[in-house]
């Protein structure tokens, strides 16, 4: 197998067995102790016994050698509970508000006494601010008044019209009257165009802290009916405020009639909303049912959304619902698209014979027959999708079509292009002034490419923009273009806490936006960010392929590649240094041995998953700050999912109890616990707890003072020392912890791998119990994972 880095092992765990250190042979430590010596090669030797190769590590520590502990050479992982993907949507259901990335930008309070002219502050410097407003609202009413009197009595032709409305109306009466030919008014050249400005920015005042918004929950009476109607079919009343919620004020109503209704309520199963219908329906309640057929199908696509699918194959579909004792899937598919539960899409030749017979065979067809397959036609395959997704997808098409071909497409920055700070930012330079749609990958070094192409855009008088996927991402960006005002969130962005706002189109008020990180926007914020982008902006998507995906459904960045919609730049500038290397052959599938004299990458091999938190909470309490000089304060654990024995949750307890221990008096939380706030699903903020008072808990994020209310902290907060590959992604911390306990092997994957291993900047430690899994992962080629119908619909429109 293709080995991790060797080179000096840790110190030998309480249970390390002296009997195989003569088995196996043992690299000299570069300084240790005679005491220090044999205790270093007991580790090494044990995981070169069980026939790890990988079990040695690279760049060891010696001096922490002497304490016992082998906390010098530990990563983080995720535990084998999960991909990730699901697990990170289901725990981040909570409201939208972007309030915790905020950065800073100007309160519109500070304009509050202007009188709707730029200079409206200076003017009265006397007023105070409510003394403004007051006067502001008073020239308001006499506007009011002033237009109410004009407006009393009849209005002459023309007499009322001013400025271009005017000149329109006496060319009119001269071509009319003859005075003036009509050729007249068509010889002269159209005006130009003011060229669109920024506004200046208002003062910026000091900002309170932010409130996370709560959803609204729906009203008793409602809440109390559907709790009547749950009692009597058996459920828990804890799900009536969630029923209400989502189904409406006629929620009680829709339960009784659909029972299977509650099969659209998070963490509700097929098997319980078959429990609580035949509690409520009895006699009449069977497998067919078509209300349960329906409900199964659309259920179906809502947990394929989850692990990122947009849509899935109508044959996928039928076998699901046969599993789930539907004696007739055919029927039940079509019931659910005429009921409009589902939509239907064809990838195939336009022939609406084909498609029905794919998407229905009746009389039990032969299969071959009803695709085509069985007469020379192309065969046809059906998609079913939800219509959300569907929408977002085409709305996507079509806004990435309009930028290609709105674009400004002889526009020459060949000067800017010729300062570029490498080859690789000239050539991301002339085609962005080329084309109205681009697309640039590389790594983290490759990062610099797109910050050289804002500050080439600002230099000419464009309105450039740059929106990373996280704040890390925000601040690393706006320090290589050196503006901050050039970097927002994009999430920020579309919620227009960030950025410069809209024009008087209502479009972001950008000539050239690059969206960084773009293999983190799900499909249904890429329709947000298209739909957001007037004619003529140009839009760059940038980011590494290498990683894992979004969140949320869809690949709108694979898709953009694969249908190659657009030029496609790739970075010729490597990651630098040994965690460079090592990430650099995991994105081609191969695990090399790296040279780490620094001791960048180390391996500490562990037994089980016990040993594996253990040997985690070392690093990041002793052996990391002491030899590599890196606070626990930047030392971030990575680790495969939330659950399991050393998951998110278990790994959180230890570091907890290590790093700051406490009761957890304000739901579970203490003043200085690091902490993840999840806005939204797919957007992970990390911080620090402060306080927490009758308002809610007191977060510091990222410099941005937040408070969550007491009813949403349960939801979208969680402890963060240790995060899953998902939710680190789009952030790198000085030193990373990767787990990789021996229950995590299930859940690795090339992509995983390279995300995780790629987070660390200075460090990377390793906690490795996998065995030969890891290698595996990496060399398996990553697949077409999910399943969407964005590269199908930018084929067709370049087409």
């Excluded at 998951?647 to 008096?665: C, F, H, I, V, W």
Aim: net charge negative; proline share 7%; with cysteine.
């Amino acid at each position: 197998m293709t080995a991790l880095p060797r080179g000096e092992s840790p110190g030998p765990s309480a249970t390390d067995d002296d009997s195989v250190v003569a088995d196996a042979p043992v690299p000299a430590p570069a300084v240790t102790a005679p005491a220090e010596e044999a205790a270093a090669g007991t580790d090494e030797a044990t995981g070169e016994a069980t026939g790890d190769s990988t079990g040695e590590a690279t760049g060891g520590v010696a001096d922490d050698v002497a304490d016992g502990v082998a906390d010098d050479v530990a990563d983080g992982g995720e535990a084998a509970a999960g991909t990730g993907g699901s697990d990170e949507t289901a725990e981040a259901a909570d409201d939208a508000d972007t309030a915790a990335e905020t950065d800073g930008s100007a309160d519109a309070d500070t304009t509050a006494g202007t009188d709707g002219s730029a200079d409206g502050a200076a003017a009265v410097p006397v007023l105070s601010e409510a003394e403004a407003e007051l006067a502001a609202q008073r020239e308001l009413l006499e506007r009011i008044e002033k237009r109410k009197a004009e407006k009393d009595g009849p209005i002459p032709a023309g007499t009322k019209l001013s400025g271009p409305a005017a000149d329109l109306l006496a060319a009119v009466r001269a071509v009319e009257s003859g005075e003036k030919p009509g050729a007249a008014f068509f010889d002269s050249p159209a005006p130009a165009v003011p060229r669109r400005t920024v506004p200046a920015p208002a003062p910026v005042r000091e900002r309170a802290p932010e409130s996370a918004r709560s959803p609204q929950g729906a009203a008793p009476e409602v809440v109390s009916a559907v709790a009547a109607v749950l009692a009597a079919g058996g459920a828990p009343e804890s799900l009536a405020g969630p029923a209400a919620g989502t189904l409406g004020a006629q929620a009680a109503d829709a339960l009784r009639e659909d029972p299977w209704q509650l099969l659209f309520l998070p963490g509700v199963g097929p098997e319980q909303a078959d429990g609580f219908a035949r509690a409520l329906l009895g006699a009449e309640c069977g497998p067919d049912d078509e209300r349960r057929t329906a409900a199964l199908v659309g259920w179906l696509l809502e947990r394929a959304a989850l692990q990122g699918h947009t849509a899935l194959d109508a044959a996928e579909v039928r076998t699901a619902l046969a599993g789930r004792a539907v004696t007739d899937p055919e029927a039940a598919v079509q019931h659910a698209v005429a009921e409009g539960v589902v939509l239907v899409f064809q990838d195939g030749p336009e022939d609406e014979e084909a498609e029905e017979a794919a998407q229905a065979p009746e009389g039990g067809a032969d299969a071959d027959e009803d695709t085509g397959a069985g007469d020379g036609r192309e065969p046809v395959q059906v998609f079913l999708g939800l219509d959300r997704y569907a929408l977002a997808e085409e709305s996507l098409a079509d806004g990435l079509a309009r930028l290609v071909n709105a674009c400004e497409k002889d526009a020459d920055w060949s000067a800017a292009a010729s300062s570029a700070p490498s080859p690789s930012a000239a050539e991301l330079i002339r085609t962005a002034a080329a084309h109205g749609l681009v697309a640039h990958t590389g790594g983290e070094a490759a990062r610099a490419e797109p910050a050289a192409l804002i500050a080439a855009a600002s230099g000419l008088g464009l309105r450039a923009l740059g929106a990373a996927h996280s704040v890390d991402g925000r601040q690393r960006l706006s320090e290589a273009v050196g503006d901050p005002s050039a970097a927002v969130t994009l999430a920020g962005l579309l919620a227009g806490t960030e950025g410069p706002g809209r024009d008087e189109e209502g479009a972001v008020a950008v000539d050239l936006l690059v969206v960084l990180d773009a293999p983190q926007v799900d499909v249904e914020t890429g329709a947000m960010l298209v739909e957001a982008l007037a004619d003529g902006t140009r839009l760059v998507l940038s980011g590494d392929p290498g990683v894992l995906g979004s969140a949320g459904a869809g690949r709108v960045f694979a898709d953009v590649l694969a249908a190659r919609a657009c030029p496609q730049v790739v970075s010729r500038t490597p990651d630098p240094g040994p965690i460079g290397e090592l990430v650099s052959g995991i994105g081609v599938g191969e695990l090399n041995q790296v040279a780490a004299p620094g001791r960048e990458v180390v391996i500490v091999p562990v037994r089980d998953a016990g040993e594996a938190v253990h040997r985690t909470v070392q690093l990041v309490a002793d052996s990391v700050p002491r030899a590599i000089g890196v606070p626990s304060s930047d030392t971030q654990v990575i680790t495969v999912g939330h659950g399991g024995s050393a998951g998110t949750r278990a790994l959180n307890e230890a570091l907890k109890q290590r790093l700051n221990p406490g009761p957890g008096r304000f739901g579970g939380f203490d003043p200085g616990d690091r902490i993840a706030h999840v806005p939204a699903p797919g957007r992970t903020v990390p911080g620090v707890v402060v306080s927490a008072d009758a308002e809610g808990l007191h977060l510091d994020c990222a410099g941005t003072p937040l408070v969550v209310p007491q009813e949403r902290v349960e939801a979208s907060v969680r402890h963060a020392w240790a995060l899953s590959a998902h939710q680190a992604a789009g952030m790198r911390w000085p030193a990373v912890v990767v787990v990789l306990p021996g229950d995590a092997a299930q859940g690795l994957s090339r992509p995983w791998v390279y995300t995780a291993f790629s987070r660390g900047v200075r460090h990377l430690s390793v906690v490795h119990g996998v065995d030969q899994a890891l290698p595996r992962a990496v060399a398996q080629s990553p697949s077409q994972d999910r399943t969407t119908r964005l590269r199908t619909l930018l084929e067709a429109a370049d087409g």
